[in-house]
Structure formats: structure tokens, C-alpha cells
């Protein structure tokens, strides 16, 4: 809260709009989850209760259909004629659910029909309801089939089948025909709505009944709904997915009749069921939106009202600083008292002569006490045995209003004390320093002192690598210097930049680490050769603390493992420097060794060990908190933000590990941090410097405009353009820039500075495009110079129409590489007489471009294979382990030469940068995207 409140009151007013407007939407955004989910789980009851209903209606009637073929079958002894008037009467009451009685004997063959012809006999005997009861002839139950279509009827029927007993036992089945029209009357009836469906499925998934389009769905099979699921299954449920039959999706609700082995659904559309909520969503959203309106418009007329106030105290603030900086400029002290002789203000340069009393000089307190108390710590010697007489003279002469007094304080100096009535009853005093000179210069020496420290802290990394730099180019300007010692100074100068680049690039990653914008760079590294590298940079200051650095380690030096080794040397520095800064004497030891390992990578742990003071328990946890210290007061004897530790943590557990510490009171600290490492092969020994430097740059053709405003930057572009073998012309600004594309010079590149005076390389682009098209001419590249190094800033520039970016400082490698993409290379002239090749004859005389031959069809992946290595990636994944690696080298495998392979390579690159979560999702989209269901 003291931090908001320190704000600027436009900055507090913005953060009240930001967390307002958030509050706003936020309310709004959970009263719509809120009322989404209640209409859902509105809707899902019903869909139940309308299952249950449909359920009950479907019970009666095969209730009734069970009592017709109980009733039928009692009346059969093989007299058609006489069954079949029973069977007339019988239909007066049936008829509403029954079209066809049937009697099948026990040979499998019709025996009678109320549909049949009468003309020859049919066997029925293969039919599913026959031989069930055939199969057991002992037993009787109601039988109910799948949706059939009959041979006589040539309707689709449900056969509702009871068995036939005569005095032999098994005497045939008869069949109760009833149409699926019959079961779906129930959502036929207006007692389900348009918009809703309903379907009788039996336990196997078959669609026995549907309303609506019956006829176009039943008989299909449903699969995977929940009512079909082994195991233990609830009487009634919801359950929501997109139709097989339609592909609509919908919320489902079921009933079950266990004893017929039926299912009852009914389903309703997501979007008639979220209807309520769309409309008051609508609602919110608006109401929302003019509230918004209402805030911005709020705080808009009070950023207006404090800036008015603030016009005015600006205004205010003036006329005072105007006093103020007169009182100054005079260069001595300045005091004013008001009518009741209470002190209303006094300058820095006032508390400043009276050190013992400085705490005492503050608005609303008497000129009587500040004089009394100043004495009584002895702040004027006069005074010393005798502050009571003292006081008395001294507040004579002040009261007076027309005395001068010299006064001796207890730092030696001697002030003169002038005081003055003003008209309006109040006192002005100066006390003028007339001490001899050296008092002045020892204050001019303190204050140097003070920006010395202050410069020395800041600068303690930059002094080593800016002194080699300095004193090798000193070296250089000797003359007759020797072409080995020319190219040592050099390799030199080289190192001891890129060591000060390196320096600025990691005080910029405290910020970016604070942000969670790090990426790691993977690269082979030996962690031995890491901490004594680290070890031999902070020798010197050990040294000077008569401080020894022993490295220890079980490995190998030669052993690499795949890690970032810059932020590995960052975390190294912090926790050295801070052995070094809070140990007085002894050794500091700092070693590495691997606690565990598997086949994907190991866990390495980092270890630094001092005999300082040691750590109190419960400081541990407050050490590693940003910008926290354990002695924060003014007065504490060691400096720094306290960063460094928060930083090491967070990289560490970036790295996949953590880092902490063991310590004891008096017997010194062990900080450590862990991290994940792959195992990685030795990198071969790059280059040395002299041999880069031997190296003939590419020689390439072309014409290029520098826009710089930087005169050293422009040297350095002319020299790096002169030794690949090109020409070009220099410009301050993007004005000049743009006159010379306009003045109709042919450039083959453009290298454009983005912070230029008159015009910036922004606004220089945008004009040089729109004239290039005005007159037809092709749109020469363009690539951004800027210091600005980040990814955010690339993209901008990118963005803004720019071909491609370099950053400021411009190594002659990078400029090098970047000018090869963009420029032809320059061959060497042919022999006289010899004819030239096609490639060289197409370079003199510009022909059209013959069309590329068609890409080979990329093969279709085997996505059965994919999805198992990607099962067994993701809980690798999940859990951060190195052996992701290994699975996802078998994914690029196999989807080489696929259309799978570009978007692989792409999810690589976020596993390569640590990235797991990220990796993990993309993976699940990729197989989802594909219809294929994970288990993991």
C-alpha cells in the first residue's frame, strides 16, 4: 500500500482505472460463468425428468403389449380361423399398439398372421426372438427384439415375444408386432419440444425409437455413451457430446428400465439451452461496457482536475523554488523563523553546521529549545560549563533582531549568525562559514569520496574489461609495432568487449529474469571447467581480503553436459561475490558434483562454502526474497540489492532444480542451487582469434545506404562494407536517407538506423516504400540498426516493414553474415575466351526464372505411432525430465519427411529453451487435432 501511495498521483489514478476496470469485467465475466453453468445444470435436470417420463410412458406400454401376449397366446390351439376372430376382437382395444399378431410354431415355420396372405409357408425360424425362447423351452419371459423389418408387414416392428407351451412343453412363440412410431409418440405428442430429441436404445446401443426422423436413424448403433459403460451404472444421468446421428451437439439426459435392458434419452441442443444465457449475457456485457464507460469517463475528468491542481501547485512550486534556489545561490546558510519564533524553515546547508543538532531543525519547534538542546550536547564549545548563561545571551542577540554573532561549533567551523525582524514579525537569519579554505575542501572531499564509492560499486565489474580495451589500444597507436603483437592487442581489445557487453547484457537480465522473460541457451558445457573459470575471475578479490578459492569436483573435466553456461556462470558470480563480500578471511570453496542421473540427463548440484559468520536459521528463507537483505538499515556495512540470490533461484528452477542453503552461527554458509543437465558431447575448440582474423571476408556486389546518425558507427559500417568489397554512401539522418533514394541512386541494401535526429528510421521507411511504389521501382531491403537488443524490439521493428534487424554493437561477423543474405557474391573474372556457364550467363543477361520443380508430397505420418510416443512423452514432460528429449528425438523421427516435420521442428525449439508446460500442450493439440484420444 505505501508503495501504490508513493506513486505520482496520474500514475496512482491509471493503476485505480486498470484495477477497476479489472474488478468491473472480472464480476461481470463470473456472473456469466455462474449463470452458464446454472442454465446448464437446468437444463441437464430436465433432459432427466423428461428420460424419466419418456422412460415411464414406454414401461406402461409394454406393460399393456406383455398382458396382449399373455391374453393371445392362451387362446392358441392351432385353430386359425378361430384364433383369428379372438384376434379381431381382441385388436378393438390393441390396434393403438399392435399391427401385426403373429403365432410362429415350433418348427420355425409362420402358423398365422393377421397381415399374412395365405399363401405358402414361411420360415421364421433364423429370427433372434424365436430362437431365444427355442434355445430354452422351459422358460417364459417377455422377449423384446431389435428394431427388424418384417417379411409380411414390410414396416420396421419391435416384436414383443412370448413362448408357447402345449402338453409336449415348447408349442411355438407368438409375436406381438409394434411399430417404433408407437415409443417415439411420446416426443410426437408436443410433450418435448422442437428443439429436443428423444431415442429408446437398447443396452447394446441400437436405436430402437427416435423423435424426430425415425425412419432415418433407427436401427443405427449408438456407441461410448455413459448408460453402455462396464461396471456399475446409475439408474438415471446427463451427459453431454456431439450426436453421432446428426452431429449436433447436445445435453443428454437418460433413464434405464434394467428388466427390458432399455434405455430412455432425451437430448436438447446446446444452443436452445444456453439460450436464457445468451440473452443475459447480452445484458451483462452491456450493462458492463457502459459501467466501463462510466469509470474511464470518471477518471478521465479527474486526471483533468489534478492536472489543473497540479498546474497551480506546479506554479506554486516555482515561485518557491525561484525563493529557494536565490537563498542557494547566496552558498550559505539560510533560516527562517516565524512570529512566535518557531522554526519555519532552514536549508540543507544550515543543518549542515549544526551536525549535533541537525535532527532538531525541523518545522514547528522553538528557536529557545533547538539553541537549549544543541548546547546540552555540546554542540557550540562556548557553551561547555555554562549552557544556562549561554542561552540567555544567545537568545538576547537573537531576539534583538540587529546583532551579529560569531559562533565556534564543535566541529571547529566558525559561523557568523546574522538575524533580522521582518515587517511582518518574522526572523531571517544567515550563518555565513568563515572558516579558512581547507574547511571547504575537506567537505569537497568528503562529497568525492562519496561519488567515488558510489562509482566503484557501480562499476566494479566494467573497470576490467574497459582497462584492457584502453590499454591495448595505447599499444596500438606505438609505432613499429609487430604484426604478432598488433594481432594480440587486438585479440584483446576483442575479448575485453565482448566481456563489457556481456557485463551490460546480464544487468540487463535482472530485469528480464524479474519479468520470467529468460530463455536459455543450451549448449554443451563442463561444469569443472565453469567454476574454475568463475573461480579465477573473483581471484584478485580474494586476494585482497586474504581470501583463498579452492574448486573441487568428482567429475572429469572432459565430461560436457547440455546447459546454459552463461546463466550457470551468473549463478556462480552471485553466490562467489557474496562468499567474498561477507567472509573476512579463510577459503571459499566451490565445488560441483552429480547427485543422481538416468538416461535422459543428470541432476548437478553447484555448491559455494565460506567461513563467514554464518546464517541464523530462520533468516534462510528471507534470503533467497527480492531486494531482501538481513541488514537493511542505512548504516549496514555491505551493499548490494539484494538480487543476487532471488536471481539464482529463479534460474535454478528454471533449469528444472531449486537452491538453498545449510549454515551455523559462527561457523560459516553453504549456498547451493541444482539444476537438470542433459548429457552432451564436447564442443570442438573454436577458432583463435588470429586465425578469424587471417580469414578473407566474403567479397560481394553492391551499393549501400547507411543511415547513422553515429559518426564511430558510420566509420565502422564504411570499413566492414569496404572489406566485402562494397560501396557506399553515408547519411546523419532519415532525411537525407530519403533524399538520396528519391535523388534516383540505385542502392542494393539499406542499413537504417532507428533513433536518428530530423527523422527517425521508422518514418525514413515509410516514405521510401511509398515512393518506390509511386514510380514502380522494386522495394530494396531494408534491415534496423537500433541498441535496442530485445525480441520485442525485433519484432517491432519486423513489424513495421523493416526485412530484417542487427543490433548495436555490430561485430564484424554478424554485419558479415547478414550482408551474404542479402547480397550477390562477387566471381571471379573467366578466363578470355571461355564460354560461361549457365549460372554465369543467367547473372549477365537476366532471363525469366525457370518454375521450380513441384515439392515431393509430403508422406502421411503413422498417427497410431505418434500418439504412443506422445504418451510416453507427456509425463516426462510433467514432471521436467531431461529423458523428454530422447522421446521427442523418436517424434522427430518418425514424422520425417511428413507434414508433421515443420510443425515438430517448431514445438522443438520451445523444448529446447526449457519450456515444458508449453511443449506438453502443443503435443495434446497436435494428437487432438487428429481425432486421437490420449490416456496420459
Known amino acids: 500500500m505505501n508503495a501504490i501511495l508513493a506513486l505520482p498521483a496520474r500514475l496512482r489514478l491509471a493503476l485505480t482505472l486498470v484495477i477497476g476496470v479489472a474488478t468491473i469485467w472480472s464480476l461481470a465475466l463470473y456472473d456469466l460463468d455462474r449463470s452458464r453453468a446454472s442454465e446448464q445444470r437446468e437444463s441437464e435436470q430436465i433432459t432427466i425428468f423428461q428420460a424419466q417420463a419418456f422412460a415411464e410412458n414406454a414401461r406402461s406400454t409394454i406393460k399393456r403389449i406383455n398382458e396382449i401376449a399373455l391374453d393371445l397366446r392362451s387362446y392358441w390351439a392351432g385353430n386359425r380361423a378361430g384364433f383369428a376372430d379372438i384376434v379381431r376382437r381382441r385388436q378393438e382395444h390393441s390396434a393403438d399398439v399392435a399391427f401385426q399378431v403373429a403365432v410362429i410354431g415350433a418348427d420355425g415355420y409362420l402358423e398365422y398372421s393377421n397381415l399374412a396372405s395365405g399363401g405358402g409357408r414361411m420360415f421364421l425360424g433364423e429370427r433372434e426372438h424365436f430362437r431365444v425362447h427355442s434355445g430354452a423351452p422351459g422358460r417364459d419371459r417377455l422377449f423384446i427384439s431389435k428394431p427388424v423389418l418384417g417379411k409380411v408387414s414390410g414396416k420396421w416392428s419391435i416384436q414383443f415375444t412370448r413362448p408357447i407351451f402345449g402338453p409336449t412343453g415348447f408349442a411355438g412363440v407368438i409375436v406381438i408386432s409394434v411399430s417404433p412410431h408407437s415409443f417415439a409418440e411420446f416426443g410426437q405428442n408436443n410433450v418435448l419440444r422442437s428443439y429436443e430429441v428423444s431415442a429408446m436404445v437398447a443396452s447394446g446401443g441400437e436405436i430402437m425409437a427416435r423423435h424426430p426422423n425415425l ?263 606505438a609505432p613499429e609495432l609487430a604484426e604478432q603483437e598488433r594481432i594480440d592487442c587486438a585479440r584483446i581489445i576483442l575479448r575485453s568487449g565482448q566481456t563489457l557487453l556481456a557485463l551490460l547484457n546480464d544487468i540487463l537480465d535482472i530485469a528480464k529474469v524479474e519479468a520470467g522473460m529468460v530463455r536459455l541457451e543450451l549448449a554443451a558445457c563442463s561444469p569443472v571447467e565453469l567454476i574454475r573459470e568463475s573461480a579465477q575471475l573473483f581471484a584478485a578479490a580474494a586476494h585482497l581480503k586474504q581470501q583463498e578459492i579452492e574448486v573441487a569436483s568428482t567429475l572429469p573435466a572432459e565430461r560436457h553436459y547440455l546447459a546454459d553456461p552463461n546463466r550457470l556462470r551468473q549463478m556462480l558470480a552471485n553466490l562467489i561475490g557474496n562468499a567474498i563480500k561477507f567472509s573476512e578471511r579463510g577459503v571459499i570453496k566451490v565445488e560441483v558434483r552429480q547427485i543422481e542421473a538416468d538416461q535422459g540427463g543428470a541432476l548437478l548440484e553447484f555448491a559455494v562454502i565460506d567461513s563467514g559468520v554464518g546464517i541464523a536459521e530462520q533468516d534462510f528463507a528471507r534470503l533467497f526474497e527480492p531486494f531482501s537483505q538481513l541488514d537493511s538499515s542505512a548504516t549496514r556495512p555491505h551493499g548490494g540489492t539484494g538480487l543476487g540470490l532471488s536471481i539464482v533461484r529463479k534460474l535454478a528452477r528454471l533449469m528444472g532444480g531449486d537452491a538453498g542453503l545449510t549454515s551455523e552461527l559462527g561457523r560459516g554458509s553453504r549456498f547451493w542451487f541444482r539444476i537438470r543437465a542433459g548429457f552432451g558431447a564436447a564442443l570442438a575448440a573454436p577458432a583463435s582469434d588470429a586465425e578469424q582474423a587471417r580469414r578473407s571476408p566474403l567479397r560481394l556486389r553492391g551499393h549501400v545506404l547507411v543511415a547513422d546518425d553515429d559518426v564511430i558507427h558510420r566509420k565502422v559500417s564504411q570499413l566492414i562494407l569496404a572489406q566485402h568489397g562494397l560501396s557506399c554512401r553515408l547519411c546523419e539522418n532519415g532525411r537525407q536517407a530519403v533524399e538520396a533514394v528519391e535523388s534516383g541512386e540505385q542502392f542494393d541494401l539499406i542499413l537504417m538506423d532507428i533513433a536518428m535526429p530530423v527523422r527517425d528510421g521508422h518514418g525514413a521507411l515509410e516514405q521510401i516504400r511509398r515512393w518506390q511504389t509511386a514510380h514502380g521501382l522494386r522495394a530494396c531491403p531494408v534491415v534496423a540498426i537500433t541498441a535496442n537488443a530485445f525480441d520485442e524490439d525485433r519484432q517491432r521493428c519486423l513489424t513495421a516493414g523493416m526485412d530484417d534487424f542487427i543490433a548495436k554493437p555490430i561485430a564484424f561477423q554478424t554485419l558479415g553474415q547478414l550482408l551474404a543474405k542479402w547480397l550477390p557474391a562477387d566471381r571471379p573474372a573467366a578466363p578470355e575466351g571461355a564460354v560461361p556457364t549457365p549460372a554465369e550467363s543467367t547473372l549477365a543477361t537476366p532471363m525469366p526464372a525457370a518454375p521450380a520443380p513441384a515439392a515431393p508430397t509430403p508422406a502421411a505420418p503413422d498417427w497410431d505411432l505418434l500418439a504412443c510416443i506422445i504418451e510416453q512423452a507427456l509425463p516426462l514432460l510433467e514432471q521436467r525430465r531431461f529423458d523428454a528429449f530422447g522421446r521427442f528425438k523418436a517424434l522427430k523421427a518418425a514424422v520425417a519427411n511428413t507434414e508433421l516435420a515443420c510443425e515438430v521442428d517448431d514445438i522443438e525449439k520451445a523444448l529446447n529453451a526449457m519450456q515444458f508446460e508449453q511443449v506438453s500442450e502443443r503435443l495434446r493439440q497436435l494428437a487432438h487435432r487428429r481425432g486421437r484420444s490420449l490416456s496420459a
Open 215 to 477: 425412419e432415418k436413424y433407427v436401427g443405427k448403433t449408438l456407441s461410448n455413451t455413459p448408460f453402455q459403460s462396464r461396471g456399475e451404472i446409475p439408474l438415471s444421468g446427463h451427459y453431454r457430446r456431439i450426436a453421432q446421428t446428426d452431429g449436433a451437439e447436445r445435453i443428454y439426459g437418460y433413464f434405464r428400465i434394467p428388466e427390458y435392458e432399455l434405455n430412455f434419452v432425451v437430448g436438447r441442443t446446446m444452443e436452445r439451452a444456453l439460450a436464457p444465457y445468451f440473452a443475459h449475457r447480452r445484458v451483462v456485457l452491456a450493462v458492463t461496457s457502459l459501467v466501463t464507460v462510466l469509470v474511464v469517463l470518471l477518471l478521465v475528468l479527474q486526471l483533468r482536475a489534478n492536472a489543473a491542481r497540479e498546474e497551480m501547485e506546479r506554479k506554486l512550486r516555482r515561485s518557491q523554488s525561484m525563493l529557494w534556489s536565490a537563498v542557494e545561490a547566496v552558498g550559505e546558510a539560510f533560516v527562517i523563523y516565524d512570529e512566535d519564533d518557531r522554526l519555519a524553515y532552514c536549508n540543507d546547508q544550515c543543518r549542515a553546521y549544526h551536525g549535533k543538532s541537525a535532527d532538531l531543525l525541523v518545522p514547528g519547534r522553538p528557536y529557545q529549545e533547538i539553541l537549549r538542546l544543541g548546547a546540552e550536547r555540546g554542540q557550540y564549545p562556548a557553551a561547555v560549563g555554562r549552557v544556562d548563561a549561554w542561552v540567555a545571551e544567545a537568545l538576547a542577540a537573537h531576539r534583538s533582531g540587529n546583532t551579529v554573532v560569531i559562533q565556534k561549533t564543535d566541529s571547529g567551523r566558525w559561523l557568523r549568525v546574522l538575524d533580522r525582524i521582518t515587517p511582518e514579525g518574522f526572523r531571517v537569519g544567515f550563518r555565513i562559514d568563515i572558516t579558512e579554505l581547507y574547511e571547504a575542501k575537506d567537505a569537497a572531499e568528503s562529497a568525492n569520496r562519496a561519488k567515488s564509492d558510489f562509482l566503484a560499486n557501480m562499476s566494479h565489474e566494467i573497470r576490467t574489461p574497459l582497462n584492457g580495451m584502453l590499454g591495448m589500444a595505447q599499444v596500438l597507436l
